[in-house]
């Protein structure tokens, strides 16, 4: 089961429903249950801390303001994210806020040994333990900004995907977008990616 | 191998488990036989692990309380906006009322003003010169004509007006009048006097005997050259002038029971005379006076009282309501 869905139990259209009536302990269940998952989307995204956080908080309003015209016609989990992604890359796209800094011009910030392990393991020379790419800083940083400079829907896209382990019908349906153009772009993201990665060794 | 978008949306779908079974079968048999679209496919897995493997990023500790106090903060500013509003919408609502009362008082004042120009006579300055004598207008009367005891009687009459008649007979048609007025034994016979060359006769009489001698004058109508009646006003001393005047105008105006009919009689016979005026032959005012057929047809004015000057007047008619008149009679040279 995806991720984007294990969370989704019985108990959540009722949750829904006591904070449409105002529940406040509804509410914070329902911020608890979310609140990670859509701070790590956001961050993943704008690729500022401090910037998510005002992100998701204002997330958060807007769900709990809003919750009272959720028609149900899209599950909460896509309504939820449709909320945060919007804001984010409305965010992006208003305040040039993302983090774009050039990796060409601080590639000598990245450390030697993360640049060379990158590039054996997308030249398919070497291995990568997914526990390994995780607890290496350096590494992160470098897919983090990689990240950072896609363009903005394809970031979601990848993002959305890779991170938040959405199928392509849910990503459709946060984005509101067909599914063949969810194919094609996140198709041309990880190209993008790819290439964007590939750079900093080059 | 070429990057084909169309064999990398594949791959990127077979990554992603998003396939049927029939396409998951053709990438793998693409991947058995082509060693490039595997090296593609290893590719594009291990960007997707290298996103995927970012290490989660958890909310800060507080963020459900930052929520929570946000939540807060925007209901006590909706609660202040409400506030706002309703203060707003108070004096919006004020507004509208005030707005709704100028309107109704504007309005009272506008139909006050229609209906006392409807109900109340037409009136210039008492002070003004103006004295045309032009049909239906109001002309301010001249002091000049009564003056001392006589006018302060007028004043007090029902009807109040007077007869301005030109003649070039002035001596025999003068002494008819004088003769006339005795014969029909107008026993408030204020008198006559001869100012700047006209006969001046000031009559305070009831109606019967007034139309008795506007009867006898009929005989010497014919002789006018001009016969204009001013019927006067109640306040302000102004008059409206009727010219052309015929004995049964100026019956059927004196005649009127009230004050506005009378004035809307005077009116009314100004009009037609205007229009008798437009027309050739003056068919109009003969054709209502019944002298001759018209082939027009405008309705007679309503009398509410006898269509002809009623003859000699029995004795209770000497009780009948007291009119005023003064008739005027002025000479004009034969050649005029």
Known sequence: MRSGTANINIDETVLIEQCRRGDFTAMERLIIRYQNRIYNVILKMCANPDDAEELTQETFVKILEGIENFNGRSSFYTWAFRIAVNLTINHCKRGQKLVTRSIDAEDSEYNEQAKTQLKEFLQDDGSLEPSAVAQNRELCRIIVDSLSKLDDTQRAVIVLRDIEDMSYAQIADVLDIELGTVKSRLSRARSSLKEILEANFQ | ?336
């Open chain 2, 1 to 336: 191998m070429k990057e084909s978008p169309n064999i990398d949306e594949m791959l990127n779908g077979f990554i992603d488990g998003e396939l049927t079974v029939r396409q998951q079968t053709e990438i793998q048999r693409l991947i058995r036989h082509d060693p490039q679209v595997a090296q593609r496919l290893r590719q594009l897995q291990r960007c997707k692990m290298l996103v995927g493997t970012l290490p989660r990023d958890e909310a800060p500790d507080d963020m459900l309380e930052r929520i929570k106090a946000s939540l807060e903060r925007r209901t006590l500013l909706g609660d202040e906006a409400g506030g706002f509003s309703r203060q707003k919408g108070a004096k919006h609502l004020l507004g509208r009322r005030l707005l709704a009362v100028a309107a109704i008082v504007g309005l009272v004042a506008v139909l006050g003003t229609v209906i006392y120009s409807i109900v109340a006579p037409e009136s210039v300055s008492e002070k003004s010169n103006l004295y045309r004598r032009e049909p239906g207008q109001i002309v301010a009367r001249p002091e000049h004509i009564l003056t001392g005891d006589a006018g302060r009687q007028v004043a007090a009459a029902a009807f109040r007006g007077r007869l301005e008649l030109k003649t070039a007979d002035f001596t025999a048609v003068d002494a008819f009048i004088r003769r006339a007025i005795e014969n029909n034994g107008i026993s408030e016979y204020l008198g006559s006097a001869i100012q700047n060359n006209r006969s001046v006769y000031a009559l305070v009489c009831n109606r019967d005997r007034l139309n008795s001698l506007l009867s006898d004058m009929e005989n010497i109508w014919p002789r006018f050259s001009s016969a204009t009646l001013f019927v006067e006003q109640d306040r302000l001393g102004e008059e409206i002038a009727v010219t052309g005047a015929s004995p049964l105008r100026i019956v059927e105006v004196i005649g009127q029971n009230s004050y506005e009919e009378r004035i809307a009689a005077a009116k009314k016979i100004a009009a037609l005379n205007e229009v008798n005026a437009l027309l050739p032959g003056r068919q109009v005012m003969a054709a209502i006076d019944g002298k001759k057929p018209l082939s027009i047809t405008i309705p007679r004015p309503v009398l509410t009282s006898g269509e002809k000057p009623a003859g000699k007047p029995s004795g209770q008619a000497e009780l009948g309501e007291k009119v005023q008149l003064i008739i005027i009679v002025a000479p004009i040279n034969r050649g005029q």
